[in-house]
């Protein structure tokens, strides 16, 4: 009570100096940015950035100067840091690299073989030596971005049910599909999706060629033609190859060594 009194019968003059605001007001204060600022809004850049930020993994303020209003340039060029030569004449980086905190997803546009080449030499001359189908596509019709690997059966038809995702290219590569190479557990199953008459025949047959997986004759690669004598060496007496210098001149069928020719059966039963 008495402190109202006290303010109420001061002076006139003295009343308004004690209500006023003695110090100029600033319409803005600015304070000096430091790295852990930028966590506090952009969050998700600054994750990026420790995930797949690459060699741009560095203090935001290496490459961001300022902060509006401040500075309101503060996206660098790319040539500021990159100053060799241009992957290719594109229309600018960000046509591949879209996202500078993330620099290495690379996003392809069609028709962009010609920039590959400046990097994948290899698998474009893989692609001209080996004609296929593949050799007439763009590489983005695989490839939608850098380093992605499309599954064969977007495109391509398993040779058979047991087949999975990464099973094609276990005897294909990619940019030479038509050059087949094979390890040895390949089933016999995947051979018989092309070549069924043989597959069949196999199956049927009572000799031992029946229990023998192909590629344990067709070893290494497709088309190769083993050798009889690499695993049957000479079973027949001298008087059978005086007459007949080849294995095929009586088994003309090698999947099936119990088919021989006629002509070859009335010899032995002669005998």
Known sequence: MILICFVLFLPARVSEAASSDPLPRKSEVRAKVTAGDCRKCHQDVVQTLQRKGAAHTELCLDCHRGHPPADMEIIPACADCHRNEAHFSLAGCTTCHQNPHNPLEIHLTRDITGPCLTCHEEQVEQLREHPSIHTKFQCTACHWYHGQIQPCQNCHLPHSDTMGPESCRTCHRAHMPLVVTYGETIPSEDCGS????????????????????????????????????????????????????????????????????????????DQ
């Open 194 to 269: 092309c070549h069924t008459k043989i597959y069949e025949t196999m199956a049927d047959t009572w000799s031992k060629h029946r229990n023998v997986a192909c590629v344990t004759c067709h070893v290494g690669r497709h088309g190769m033609i083993p050798k009889c004598l690499d695993c049957h060496g000479e079973p027949h007496p001298d008087e059978i190859w005086e007459k007949f210098e080849k294995c095929v001149d009586c088994h003309d069928v090698a999947h099936d060594l119990w088919a021989t020719k006629a002509s070859t059966n009335k010899f032995v039963l």
